[in-house]
T-cell receptor, first 117, second 113 residues
Framework: GAVVSQHPSWVICKSGTSVKIECRSLDFQATTMFWYRQFPKQSLMLMATSNEGSKATYEQGVEKDKFLINHASLTLSTLTVTSAHPEDSSFYIC????WGQGATEAFFGQGTRLTVV | KNQVEQSPQSLIILEGKNCTLQCNYTVSPFSNLRWYKQDTGRGPVSLTIMTFSENTKSNGRYTATLDADTKQSSLHITASQLSDSASYICVVRGAGGGNKLTFGTGTQLKVEL
């Protein structure tokens, strides 16, 4: 199956700093990428949908100025958590949908564990 | 409101035993249903994906069933192994409206010796 890679796998940062998470589709072109957040023992919650070359669409309640998303190419989307606070500590997961594959398969990255201290 | 409910919430079985996980959904209109396995601290990995017309689909020791009339699905795991210990998530994609995914909260499976 297609491979989606996230980097870093885990990161610890100080409160008030910004953290960038990368999501790459390694062997296919992804017109659409999705960013999720998952708290312990809870399901994935969609934060935003990222389309290559256009602005991301954020879910209700997600601050677009705090969670900056850039999808500059068909293989890379980035999520930047700005001015991170301890409550932003979570597991962030991206997924990518392959170009031309309609609404069939979405492949997930391995996730990034963010801890804000 | 689109919802996906899974049961049981958690399950402990002995290695070698079989188990069945349940998923009920209210997503409409329906496009497809997927089962994912998520190891702790990792992203979900697809096990099966089923469309409206498919009733059963197997992937090794995993067999998923779908009853689109009753909006129910199950995931049967045969001859469980210690490595099957993970969270199993049922995800339903709706048709139209951005084709969004609705996630279940998962069943936490633990396989013990």
């Amino acid at each position: 199956g297609a491979v989606v890679s996230q980097h870093p796998s885990w990161v610890i940062c100080k409160s008030g700093t910004s953290v960038k998470i990368e999501c790459r589709s390694l062997d296919f072109q992804a017109t659409t990428m999705f960013w999720y957040r998952q708290f312990p023992k809870q399901s994935l919650m969609l934060m935003a949908t990222s389309n290559e070359g256009s602005k991301a669409t954020y879910e209700q309640g997600v601050e677009k100025d705090k969670f900056l998303i850039n999808h500059a190419s068909l293989t890379l989307s980035t999520l930047t958590v700005t001015s991170a606070h301890p409550e932003d500590s979570s597991f962030y997961i991206c997924s990518a949908r392959e170009w031309g594959q309609g609404a069939t398969e979405a492949f997930f990255g391995q996730g990034t564990r963010l801890t804000v201290v | 409101k689109n919802q996906v409910e899974q049961s049981p919430q958690s399950l402990i079985i002995l290695e070698g035993k079989n188990c069945t996980l349940q998923c009920n959904y209210t997503v409409s209109p329906f496009s497809n249903l997927r089962w994912y396995k998520q190891d702790t601290g990792r992203g979900p990995v697809s096990l099966t994906i089923m469309t409206f017309s498919e009733n059963t689909k197997s992937n090794g020791r995993y067999t998923a069933t779908l009853d689109a009339d009753t909006k129910q699905s199950s995931l049967h795991i045969t001859a469980s192994q210690l490595s099957d210990s993970a969270s199993y998530i049922c995800v339903v994609r709706g048709a139209g409206g951005g084709n969004k995914l609705t996630f279940g909260t998962g069943t936490q499976l633990k396989v013990e010796l």
